[in-house]
C-alpha cells in the first residue's frame, strides 16, 4: 500500500523556521510528483510547492517562493519543505501528496491530480 506520512510541523514565531518531512512507501513506480499542500479550515487547498522525480521539476506557489525550498532524498524516501521566513498566513495543515499520473497538475500547484496523500501535519506561526 501507497504510505504517505508528514511531520515536522509545529508552533513558531514570525521570522522563523520549520522543515517538514514526508515519508513515502509502497511506491512501486518510475516516475511520480509529491507536492505540499496546505489548508486554512474553511477555505481551499493551496499549492504550495511540488517536486517530480523523474526530472526534478519543481513549482513555488506565489506566496512562498524565495522562502521554501523542496528536496528529495530518495535514499530515506523523504521530501522535505524547509520553510524560512515563516509568517502568520503560513498558518495551516500541510499535507504531502502523491501523484502518478497527475505530476503536470501539481507541477502546476493543482491539487486535482493528486492520488494518495496522508495525516497532515499543522504549523502555526505567531506574530
Known amino acids: 500500500d501507497v504510505q504517505l506520512q508528514a511531520s515536522g510541523g509545529g508552533f513558531v514565531q514570525a521570522g522563523g523556521s520549520l522543515r517538514l518531512s514526508c515519508v513515502r512507501s509502497?511506491?512501486?513506480?518510475?516516475?511520480?510528483?509529491i507536492g505540499w499542500f496546505r489548508q486554512v479550515p474553511g477555505k481551499e487547498f493551496e499549492g504550495v510547492a511540488c517536486?517530480?522525480?523523474?526530472?526534478?521539476?519543481?513549482y513555488y506557489g506565489d506566496s512562498v517562493k524565495g522562502r521554501f525550498t523542496i528536496s528529495s532524498d530518495d535514499a530515506e524516501n523523504t521530501v522535505y519543505l524547509q520553510m524560512n521566513s515563516l509568517r502568520p498566513e503560513d498558518t495551516a495543515v500541510h499535507y504531502c501528496?502523491?501523484?502518478?499520473?497527475?505530476?503536470?497538475?501539481?507541477?502546476?500547484?493543482?491539487?486535482?491530480?493528486?492520488?494518495?496523500w496522508g495525516k497532515g501535519t499543522q504549523v502555526t506561526v505567531s506574530s
Open positions: 517536486i517530480s522525480s523523474s526530472d526534478g521539476k519543481i
Open positions: 501528496e502523491a501523484a502518478r499520473y497527475g505530476s503536470s497538475w501539481c507541477l502546476a500547484g493543482e491539487r486535482y491530480g493528486m492520488e494518495y
Open positions: 509502497g511506491f512501486r513506480w518510475d516516475a511520480y510528483a
